[in-house]
């Protein structure tokens, strides 16, 4: 991996640092404790800064902490029931996916509002979108959180974002703090991916 350059500006070097910080972590490895309401508010105005073509501000985003987290269960069992699992009207297996909304502190959807009328191709305002929830992420990492960004079948369930009020959804963003070690990860090198024309 490249070494950062110590006469880099500190700016660029807390944010290249918390770049390579962040990582995906299951929920099973957070610790359940709370994250403080001012931090949550700082994670979520990082995301409302991200670029967006035309200034359509896409993104909306529901935020399940607490007991707020008995909504977002109901959501899991409904998009789970509606589903295409075999075991889909299986007591058990939709109390498991409640079970899901209560392993992590910190639930953040990321919710697609499309303009009335688009001025820009959906791909954008997805992209828009994506660009918001690494900016929250990164910002997260920065408080000290990990966590992952969901988008399994449940996750991005017509269902879901119909019950969240939503035209369509992109996932959720599932923060804490670890309970331990983070996952060691890699990336192929630099030289695999670039080509410089200079
Ligand atoms: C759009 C998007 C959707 C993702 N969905 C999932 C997911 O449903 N389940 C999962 O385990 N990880 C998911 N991830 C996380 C990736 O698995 C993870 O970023 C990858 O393993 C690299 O690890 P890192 O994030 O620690 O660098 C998603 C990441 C992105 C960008």
New binding site residues.
């Given amino acids: 991996m490249t070494t950062l350059d110590a006469a880099f500006p500190p700016a660029a070097l807390t944010v290249l640092d918390v770049i390579r910080a962040?990582?995906?972590v299951d929920i099973g490895l957070l610790k359940p404790d709370a994250v403080p309401r001012d931090v949550v508010e700082a994670i979520l105005e990082a995301g409302i800064w991200a670029p967006n073509h035309g200034r359509t501000e896409p993104w909306r985003f529901t935020v399940f902490t607490g007991a707020g987290r008995a909504r977002l269960a109901e959501v899991f069992a409904q998009a789970y029931a509606a589903g295409s699992a075999p075991d889909r009207d299986s007591e058990p297996a939709l109390e498991a996916q409640r079970a899901r909304a209560w392993r992590a502190p910190l639930w953040i959807s990321l919710e697609l509002h499309m303009p009335e009328k688009p001025k820009m191709p959906e791909w954008e305002e997805q992209a828009a979108l994506?660009c918001a929830a690494q900016n929250m992420w990164l910002a997260a990492t920065a408080f000290g959180l990990v966590g992952?960004?969901?988008?399994?079948p449940v996750?991005v369930s017509p269902v879901a974002a119909q019950a969240l009020g939503a035209p369509k959804l992109m996932?959720l963003l599932v923060l804490g703090y670890p309970a331990a070690g983070l996952?060691s990860?890699s990336r192929a090198p630099l030289a695999d991916k670039i080509t410089w024309v200079e």
């Fill in positions: 962040r990582r995906t994506a992952k960004w969901v988008s399994g996750m996932g996952p990860v």
